[in-house]
């Protein structure tokens, strides 16, 4: 990991921005890709996304459109302890997601004038499970879950092709989807997935949808930028991040085993560690290097943990490591710190406060939801839950008389704007 020193150094909000690792370049070719893949797919239909499953994944013949079959022999095959995490998963997320759904509120203004706030969910919703270089039941949990508790309809699921089960999509992942009780699952995968969704394939019997969510690569992320006005989106879940911020009292191993573990997502995964102890970064250096060797997936870890978006960031103090962070505003912000101070770290996804809170808790059995914005959009943008799905809808009820107490001030406001008709719509009802 290389290692940016920012000691000694006063840095503007600007600077700060400037200073933060990332892989530009890659988003950069990626959107450009994804936008041309999502097109093929909106003109083209079932044979782009036959000849992406066979480009991509090394699949052809695959049935694009799952058969229940496929989802109940999965759920049979399933193995019995991974089967009782995925359900104690489902529970946990369950019991989080309800807490985020917003009540229905009725202000009154006065006698005869009401404003309901109240809060609908789209009808229809796309979820996407990556399948690449691992694969994600968790995925379909945190998508799933926060869909149906938010009042959804109809969830359709699509995963990639896995060339090593004949085209089907990871049987995994079905089971988690049959648990679930989705039964619109489609073998399909990448930016072309996210294409599918928007626009809808009527050869295959898929709709399109209102939103489409999950995480994924950095192809699939942009490919949501590119439908972003066809379809609401989640935010761009891209590749994986994780942002350390540590002090002496840290113990190196465990930052260094959390700094592997989400290395070991992707090439392009971010792992970060900021610190104003010289000591710790040396000795989490040399412990991630150890880890990272004798991993199960080496090669991909030591890519990603070579990459431009991976450091090791040395600062003055808690102050300046505050700073950093919320300037890159990570995906996953762990605090290794004496006195943690979590309310001061703004920007992040989530945060994971103290020794015993891994990023891999929340990736699984925490109850959080692991779909978060990556690439800087914590700045601005909200991690997925139930509110991704639901719309904020207001009612508006007002009677003759508290039509009456407003009418002046519609009429002045309106003529002020050079709008007169609105206010003459208001008088109509009073000219009898």
Request: proline share 6%; net charge negative; glycine share 8%.
């Amino acid at each position: 990991m290389r290692t940016i020193d920012l000691r000694g150094r006063q840095l503007t909000a600007a600077e700060l921005l400037a200073a933060v690792p990332r892989a530009e370049a890659a988003r950069g070719l990626a959107l450009a890709t994804a936008a041309e893949i999502v097109h093929d797919v909106a003109s083209r239909g079932e044979s782009s996304l036959r000849e992406q499953a066979a480009r991509f994944d090394g699949v052809e013949g695959h049935a694009v459109r799952v058969p229940i079959e496929h989802l109940d022999e999965a759920l049979d095959g399933l193995d019995p302890i991974v089967r009782a995490a995925i359900e104690e998963s489902i529970r946990r997320v369950r019991l989080a997601s309800a807490a985020q759904v917003p009540p229905d509120r009725v202000t009154e203004l006065g006698p005869g004038a009401r404003v309901e706030q109240r809060w609908r969910p789209v009808r229809r919703v796309g979820v996407y499970v990556p399948g690449g270089k691992a694969v994600y039941p968790s995925s379909v949990v945190m998508n799933v879950v926060p869909a149906q508790i938010a009042g959804v309809t109809t969830v359709a699921l699509a995963s990639p092709p896995q060339r090593d089960h004949d085209g089907r999509v990871h049987p995994v992942i079905l089971a988690a989807a049959r648990l679930l009780g989705v039964s619109e699952v489609y073998a399909m995968g990448g930016a072309g997935a996210i294409g599918a969704f928007a626009y809808g394939v009527p050869a295959i019997g898929l709709d399109p949808v209102d939103v489409i969510s999950g995480p994924g690569n950095n192809f699939v992320a942009l490919a949501k930028r590119v439908v972003a006005g066809v379809v609401g989106t989640d935010s761009e879940a891209g590749a994986t991040e994780i942002l350390i911020v540590a002090d002496e009292t840290a113990d190196p191993e465990l930052v260094a085993a959390d700094l592997v573990s989400q290395a070991e997502h992707d090439e392009q995964a971010a792992a970060v560690l900021v610190t104003a102890s010289p000591e710790l970064a040396a000795s989490v250096a040399e412990r991630a290097a150890e880890r990272a060797s004798r991993t199960r997936h080496a090669e991909r870890v030591a890519v990603a943990l070579a990459g431009p978006q991976s450091a090791i960031v040395l600062v003055d103090d808690l102050a300046a490591a505050t700073a950093f962070s919320n300037a890159y505003a990570p995906e996953h912000l762990e605090l290794h710190l004496a006195d943690p101070r979590p309310d001061e770290f703004v920007n992040a996804g989530a945060v994971f406060v103290g020794a015993h809170t891994p990023v891999s808790l929340g990736d699984y059995l925490a109850g959080s939801n692991h779909v978060l914005p990556t690439g800087g959009q914590a700045r601005y943008a909200a991690g997925l839950g139930a509110a991704t799905f639901l719309r904020s809808q207001q009612v508006v009820s007002y009677d003759r008389e508290a039509l009456r107490e407003v009418h002046d001030g519609i009429v002045a406001l309106s003529a002020s704007e050079q709008l007169p008709a609105h206010g003459e719509a208001v008088s109509a009802r009073f000219d009898a």
